[in-house]
């Protein structure tokens, strides 16, 4: 214990500091956001109980809503994901505030939660398929969907920062219509697309890859509305609108310049659609004279089919037949897409438009210049049993 | 001969207290007049100013001081829990010398465990301890900052407790003194001084400890958790504020710790 007596020497004031430093470092490393399927269910006790609960009458949204978040029960990631379900939760004239969800799906297969919060792609797949990885339950679980609810808002997008798209307009064209190529062929063919992500270094199983290319697939060619996308990408003003009007509601900011800064915003500061109109005009992919030939796009997660569309048009050579040398740079690390396109180590991002926006309020200038998921992916998940 | 000591006192306060706040004072006018930006190559808005990390921490006081309160609790409770557990578990390593030592090395293993394993068990572990989800998201946090703090009392304490002065045990035996009495009158107060060797790793220890298990409770509050959720979302500034605020937590509790020990150590030196 020798070196603890020579800590003596040094000044406590410095000391402190030091130490609370070195945590700001471990801490935003230590977030432990490994894939939710690491976590195989392992006890399929509840599936017994469930299988009575057919013949009870379910309740509507609205019960379902107002008795988990009455007994406190309602789960949310947090971190930027909350504002739908805080959209939804004032609503139906509940408080705003829910449980912190860790990313996988046990605090719900335990009941700690009871109205979980999901992705349609990824964590409902977990819930309710029996694949490694899955919970199993099957139809004993509800879902409420934040588009049907009115309260949603748009997820996955293409973004950079303004300045960027400035310097660069050839070089974001020929970026998107790439890109939009490979959604398509990824949407057309959902079970190849899948593989292709598989190969590249997935962090969930092939049989959850599967699943999650024929939802992400819904997300791209339906609106809030459920009606059907043709135009790939698109930015559909209501949506955005919407997204604008929900964020400047739930974001709460601390720093009154960046709050104000919020509230100021309109759709023009954070998309600009004319990178996709030229983008979706061309026949043939030729844009000209590329300003940035090498450049890098950073995923909002891990890489999983959720973002197929990349990996396809890089796949499939979309990428290199528009004159682009994509890097693919994977998600859920230390850095947050936004700060990653601010600082400019990458180019491109994929993010929440509430994140988005949020990114705005700070001053980060970043705009966005496609919209990939037309409708909310987000909802939320019940066991039937427990709201009979 | 007494001025004498006074007046070394007085320089050795120079050293302990003057220069680190010249230092201090030295870093927060380099990072004001972003020449610490220049040397470190980072942007402003990654690293705000002062003047605007202060200004935040002016506007939203309240809300901060709501994030305060819940990590302080945390930390102080866990501490002094952990450091009593930390002192019995000693004690008791001190009355079965056999298998002391081994108790003692399971709880280094403890120690070795990082909080970003033993937070999110914890909390599994806490789930039925209250409906209410901020009470046992508050006993998920205590238990973490506990088992981290209890290593570094327990292996202290029992060095002073079993590293006697030469022959002092010997003494009190040859005065037929009892266990009891050489415990009370010799280890006792022997360990003292090792108290406050192992409390001056674990107070800030308790206060890292308190703001990463915050990540993973269930209940969203806290300094540590504050941190997290503005720097996903961009808001630097704001993130510096309560990282700011988290330094001086360590700092206060820290100088309550040797305010405490200047006081009960006062006749030792």
């Known amino acids: 214990m020798k070196h603890m007596t020579t800590m003596k020497r040094f000044s406590c004031a410095v000391l402190s500091a030091a130490m609370m430093l070195s945590l700001a470092a471990c801490g935003s490393s230590s977030t432990g956001e490994s894939s939710t399927t690491s976590n195989t269910a392992s006890e399929s006790s509840s599936s017994t109980d469930t299988s009575s609960s057919t013949a009870t009458t379910t309740l509507s949204a609205e019960d379902v809503i107002k008795t988990a978040a009455e007994e406190g029960k309602v789960g949310n990631w947090g971190l930027g994901n909350e504002y739908e379900v805080q959209a939804l939760l004032a609503k139906y004239g509940e408080p705003t505030t829910f449980l912190s969800q860790a990313f996988d799906m046990d605090g719900f297969d335990d009941d700690s939660i009871t109205l979980a919060s999901a992705m349609t792609y990824n964590e409902l797949g977990l819930v309710k398929n029996s694949y490694d990885g899955g919970y199993d339950y099957g139809d004993t679980v509800g879902v409420i969907d934040m588009n049907d609810e009115g309260v949603a808002m748009l997820e996955d997008n293409i973004?950079?920062?303004?300045?960027?798209a400035e310097a660069n307009p050839n070089t974001v064209k020929a970026f998107i219509y790439a890109s939009l190529k490979g959604w398509e062929y990824a949407c057309a063919n959902p079970e190849e697309a899948a593989?292709?992500?598989?190969?590249?270094?997935?962090?969930?199983s092939?049989?959850?890859q599967a699943y999650m290319a024929d939802e992400v697939k819904k997300l791209v060619e339906t609106d809030t509305n459920g009606d059907a996308v043709t135009d790939y990408g698109k930015m559909d003003e209501d949506a955005m609108q919407q997204t604008l009007d929900l964020a400047k509601q739930y974001i709460t900011l601390d720093d009154s310049t960046a709050a104000s800064k919020l509230e100021s915003l309109t759709l023009d500061d954070i998309r600009d659609t004319s990178y996709w109109e030229a983008a979706t005009a061309s026949t043939d992919g030729d844009f000209g004279t590329l300003e940035k030939t090498d450049v890098s796009i950073q995923l909002k997660w891990l890489p999983q089919a959720q973002f197929m569309g990349y990996y396809v048009a890089l796949e499939k050579g979309y990428y290199s037949d528009a004159g682009l040398n994509v890097n693919i740079v994977a998600g859920g690390g230390d850095i947050s897409e936004t700060t990653a396109v601010y600082n400019g180590s990458v180019d491109f991002g994929v993010t929440w438009v509430s994140n988005l926006i949020a990114a705005d309020a700070a001053g980060m200038g970043l705009t966005e210049v496609s919209q990939i998921f037309q409708r909310s992916g987000l909802v939320l998940v019940y066991k039937l049993a427990n709201f009979s | 001969m007494k001025r004498n000591g006074s007046s070394s006192r007085f320089r050795q306060?120079?050293?302990?207290?003057?220069?680190?706040?010249?230092?201090?004072?030295?870093?927060?006018?380099?990072?004001?007049?972003q020449a610490l930006h220049a040397m470190l190559n980072i942007d402003p808005f990654v690293l705000p100013l002062p003047s605007r990390i202060n200004s935040i921490i002016g506007e939203s006081l309240p809300k901060i001081m709501t994030n305060v309160w819940a990590t302080l609790i945390v930390a102080v409770a866990g501490l002094l829990l952990g450091s009593l557990f930390g002192y019995l578990i000693a004690i008791v390593a001190t009355v079965f010398p056999k298998w002391g030592a081994g108790g003692l090395s399971i709880v280094t293993a403890f120690n070795a465990i990082p909080i970003v394993a033993l937070a999110p068990v914890i909390t599994n572990w806490t789930k039925d301890v209250s409906s209410d989800a901020n009470i046992r998201s508050m006993v998920a946090k205590i238990i973490v900052v506990l088992l981290m703090c209890t290593a570094s009392m327990s292996l202290n304490a029992y060095r002073g407790l079993t590293e006697l002065r030469p022959f002092s045990q010997d003494l009190l035996e040859s005065y037929a003194a009892g266990k009891f009495t050489?415990?009370?009158?010799?280890?006792?107060?022997?360990?003292?001084?090792?108290i406050f060797t192992a409390l001056r790793v674990s107070v800030p220890l308790s206060v890292i400890s308190a703001l990463v298990s915050e990540y993973f409770a269930e209940y969203v509050i806290g300094v540590g958790r504050q941190i997290r959720e503005n720097i996903v979302l961009g808001q630097y500034p704001t993130a510096w504020a309560y990282i700011t605020v988290a330094c001086l937590i360590g700092i206060v509790m820290y100088a309550v710790l040797i305010v405490c020990e200047s006081i009960l150590l006062r006749h030792r030196k």
């Open chain 1, 159 to 164: 973004f950079c920062t303004q300045a960027f």
């Open chain 1, 195 to 204: 593989e292709i992500v598989y190969n590249y270094g997935s962090s969930v």
């Open chain 1, 206 to 208: 092939s049989d959850h």
């Open chain 2, 13 to 33: 306060s120079i050293t302990t207290v003057l220069y680190p706040l010249f230092f201090g004072i030295l870093i927060l006018v380099l990072w004001q007049t």
């Open chain 2, 182 to 194: 050489i415990f009370r009158k010799l280890r006792l107060p022997n360990s003292v001084p090792y």
